[in-house]
DNA sequence: TATGAATGAGTGTTCATTCAT
DNA sequence: GATGAATGAACACTCATTCAT
């Protein structure tokens, strides 16, 4: 009994996950779910209490240690005088270790949250992100918000896409250390002198 | 008559348009579309057979404008040694007019498209030229791929995200230009010598 | 085994009871039962056929000897010539009796039997004491019906209402001989001369 | 088309209202009143944007005077010394014009009203009745509210019961009458003297 | 021709009942 | 025999689509 719930459980979840990224959580429905996961809509609910709950029970986790990580970056201030940015946050171990164990989670968040409380994390990052990157522009005001945007933007999406594609930790850190390189040099390029 | 049909697709179309970039295609209803052009319900169905083609209205245009740019692009060569990109295609003023003329459409195919049969547009697109700008870098074959779609994503993301926010025609060029600067830069970064 | 079956068999009568007292039938699932009952609910079934053999079980015996009072009642005829008018068998040891001791029974018909079989057990109750005090009245043959039918459903309201809030005899028997000359004395005003 | 929409809001209001009197809000599905009413489901939503909203609209006027006659209960006093109680508020032309104007919303929020934000409206009356009578009884505190509470029932059960069954204004006055020298004088029977 | 009333399939959710283990 | 997993019909509600007027 405890070994079926689990299994099932674990089917479930599997299914919703592939689904819920496949075609976002609001055009996923609990009967496709459910026919994947071979087993009747009321089943669903023997596991989890709600559509939401199945969708939380992908996410919450990532979302949290991602929230905690936003705090974090929040404190700091990026600058470009020290040579380092901090969005190089993303070659720390923890911030690794974290992309990879919540890998999917965190795809879930950033890409198909519509609809769930968790729809206004990737723009928060985004926007929290770009106010950093913005006052260093060399750029007048009206504008480096937006380019700022571009910016914070292509570097989370750009994480995403490895994580999506590369399993193994090392691919996932040495592909993050071009993508940071990128980034940085591209962002030189309209840096304040 | 005729005229008054017109004028009437046109108010539809403008307010679909309206609706679904601010609330996505999912959330908006005929209703509120009706509602917001002033016409009945049945009067949809006059002017569009359906939901779909009301949204393909709003993007053919665009898609065939697109596809065609495609097309073009896929017979170029991006070659580093002659200083220029062709992605710097996205500076030509050809684009720039398709740009500024099918925004609505573009940003329709490109945030909204999921279920419709324009969903691989952008998807082809970064693909495309991706497959350009993999082997210019100096990265292991299986790496490359991975990094130029990236690339090629956050160009094309740009430039929506430009196409969104800027409606002058100067401030769009403005913005793509100071997006391809920091695009090639980067990209510089990981290139080939 | 058969006294376990019995000992299960009383626990969930008794919690069901507790249940369908405090949540009514309708918002009491049989989920609930079994988890307070401490039972599966397939054990459920193994004792009880249904929810609403569930329900007779717990009533069955209160509305058979409620059926046959109501019988007995019947064949009276409420004379105020004589001083003491037959609705006064509630002072009767042997209907207290009853009362006590089917006390939760008699509750459940009169408060949760809608869509039973014993809906009708409470109004065919106030109808027979209603037909039997109408002809006293000193009101219009019209009217005296509608007064006694409320005379009546007060009487029997007022005897659940104790039922319901008293535990010990004696309280119940104290507060229904109140409850009774009330009920006498509030008759009488309108009683023939 | 105004024509219409009033003719179906009357034909679903009157049907719903004979579904909720007869089973009771929960027990009542849309199904049956869409089937009842002609209907298809879908149709109720063009007149009530809920089912809720539909229990309410048969019963928000009533709501709304009852509190109103509530509140001017609750500020009185029952003071025997002055031979009129004032439960004998029933008399009034006020209420009496509002228990046969709002014959059907009360009868609903008195006995059909569970499940809804109604549902304590009845025996938050009874309590505050209760509260008032309670302490003229020559009754052992313990005991005096529990006899209260049934007087206080007994009355508006009356009430309810007379509007049920009487539509002539002068024969509701007539039986409201009848009632409160019934209800008098039992009350009369256990006061302090 | 234009309207909006009407529909019915679909959504998430609940729960009495059944049945393989 | 006992369990609880599994079902399926029902619920309130939404919405693209159709069609009588």
């Given at each position: 009994m405890q070994d079926w719930k689990e299994e099932a459980r674990h089917k479930i979840l599997s299914e919703a996950q592939h689904l819920f990224l496949e075609r976002g959580y609001d055009r996923t429905s609990l009967q496709m779910i459910a026919e994947k996961a071979g087993v009747s809509k009321g089943s669903l609910y023997r596991c989890f209490t709600s559509k939401e709950e199945l969708f939380y029970e992908l996410t919450d986790s990532a979302a949290a240690r991602l929230k905690a990580l936003l705090v974090r970056l929040r404190g700091k201030r990026f600058d470009p005088a020290t040579g380092?940015?901090?969005?190089?946050?993303?070659?720390?171990e923890e911030v690794i270790s974290m992309l990879l164990e919540e890998k999917y989670g965190l795809l879930l968040i950033m890409e198909?949250?519509?609809?769930?409380?968790?729809?206004d994390l990737r723009p928060g990052m985004i926007d929290m992100m770009a106010a950093k990157i913005a006052p260093m522009l060399a750029v007048d005001e009206e504008n480096s918000l937006l380019l700022a945007q571009i910016m914070a933007r292509n570097l989370i999406d750009g994480v995403v896409h490895i994580l999506k594609n590369r399993l193994q930790p090392r691919d996932v850190r040495a592909n993050l250390q071009r993508l940071l390189e990128y980034h940085t040099r591209g962002i030189d390029s309209l840096l304040k002198k």
């Open positions: 380092r940015r901090e969005y190089q946050i993303f070659e720390s198909q949250a519509q609809g769930t409380r968790y729809e």
